[in-house]
């Protein structure tokens, strides 16, 4: 009985410090030390532990993954975040945070995979926000709005979401509803300088000077010197 106390109290001493390690990685992650806090996760990383019930592992893998992302090291991020996928096989995140990586780089056959399969673990908007940038990409116009339409569906919070469906209506020659789309990312996000710019865009299309100029300027105001606004405003301007 005496031995087994013993061996409990080593356990919860040992993944006590653990823990208290991978928050100091994670302090050191926050403060953009990414090399510091990515030696510390190698330095408390065991690999045989990675499927051990109650193994920081995961945590661990999760934050490494996030670490390469900022170092530009892709090919191992994605590969701690499958690891990530494998240990904790109902946890949508990594899936998501994969797929924003392979996005990022213009791997988009290999975001929409990633994103299929962590549809099925869980129904993430995220995750149909995913599909409807690639849907976009490829110029599926129509099969984006239905994925981003599902997005917000489920996250209505979702701003994103919002300012990518309303650039895609645009693209389906619908500002009016384009418009509405950027009214409610706005309404989320206020200080959205690409929802502002899209307003803006949206509202000039639909003929209403006045308004265009108005989100321009906002626009404008949360990124100063941003040429691509200016032109706008120019162009307002000069309509």
Not at 43 to 68: F, G, Q, T, V
Not at 89 to 94: G, N, S, T
Not at 193 to 211: P, T
């Amino acid at each position: 009985m005496k031995k087994t106390i013993i061996t409990c109290l080593i356990f919860i001493f040992y993944t006590s410090s653990l823990f208290a390690s991978y928050d100091k990685a994670l302090a050191l992650y926050q403060e953009k030390k990414y090399q510091e806090s990515l030696k510390m996760v190698a330095d408390d990383l065991i690999i045989a532990e990675d499927y051990k019930e109650n193994s920081p592992n995961y945590n661990l893998r999760y934050l490494a993954a996030h670490n390469h992302w900022k170092m530009g090291n892709d090919k191992s991020a994605v590969a701690h975040f499958r690891k990530c996928m494998d240990i904790n096989k109902k946890a949508v995140e990594p899936y998501i945070d994969c797929c924003i990586l392979l996005l990022e780089k213009g791997r988009y056959g290999d975001a929409r995979s990633i994103a299929e399969d962590g549809l099925k673990v869980k129904e993430d908007a995220m995750l149909y926000w995913v599909l409807g940038r690639i849907a976009t990409v490829n110029e599926n116009y129509s099969r984006a709005k239905e994925l981003f339409e599902k997005a917000n569906s489920l996250d209505p919070e979702l701003y994103v979401s919002y300012n990518d469906l309303g650039i895609v209506l645009m693209r389906l020659n619908k500002p009016g509803d384009a418009n509405t789309a950027f009214s409610v990312a706005l309404a989320i996000y206020p200080d959205s300088v690409e929802a502002n710019y899209n307003m803006a865009y949206s509202l000039l299309l639909m003929n209403k000077k006045n308004e265009a100029a108005i989100y321009a300027r906002r626009a404008l105001e949360l990124s100063p010197g941003n040429e691509t606004i200016q032109r706008l405003i120019q162009k307002i301007e000069n309509q």
